[in-house]
């Protein structure tokens, strides 16, 4: 069974950084695709940043574009989101997933999540002004 286990998130200030991991774990197949998604207090989730664990393809939400990176560790078990300049409207949940190539690739689009076949169970950011 494929889990996923985010960590990392906290509170900080507007233009700090904050790297959330996400560990995981069941995968038997060679390709799959991490993606990131978060959802604000009385907003709908949306897609955040994707990246594909065969050949590191990224793919980013417009509101991630230039701030956010994805990467992974040497084994491909521990996926990370490195959030730099952060914003107050960043603040929310933060979910890592496994989702297919289409929600991949679509992930700042709406609707991406859709495409997700595992969830993890969130981790929350807030940033202060």
């Known amino acids: 069974e494929v889990q996923l286990v985010e960590s990392g998130g906290g509170l900080v200030q507007a233009g700090d950084s904050l790297r959330l991991s996400c560990e995981t774990s069941?995968?038997?197949?060679?390709?799959?695709?991490i993606g990131w998604f978060r959802q604000a207090p009385g907003k709908e989730r949306e897609g955040v940043a994707c990246?594909?664990?065969?050949?590191?393809?990224?793919y980013y939400a417009f509101a991630a574009a230039g701030r956010f990176s994805l990467s992974s560790d040497k084994a491909k078990t521990i996926w990370y989101l490195q959030m730099d300049s952060l914003k107050p409207e960043d603040t929310g949940t933060y979910y890592c997933a496994a989702v297919n190539f289409l929600g991949c690739r679509d992930v700042g689009w709406k609707g991406s999540d859709g495409y997700v076949r595992y969830w993890g169970k969130g981790t929350q950011v807030i940033v202060s002004s």
């Open positions: 990246i594909s664990s065969t050949d590191g393809s990224d």
């Open positions: 069941g995968f038997t197949s060679g390709g799959y695709f």
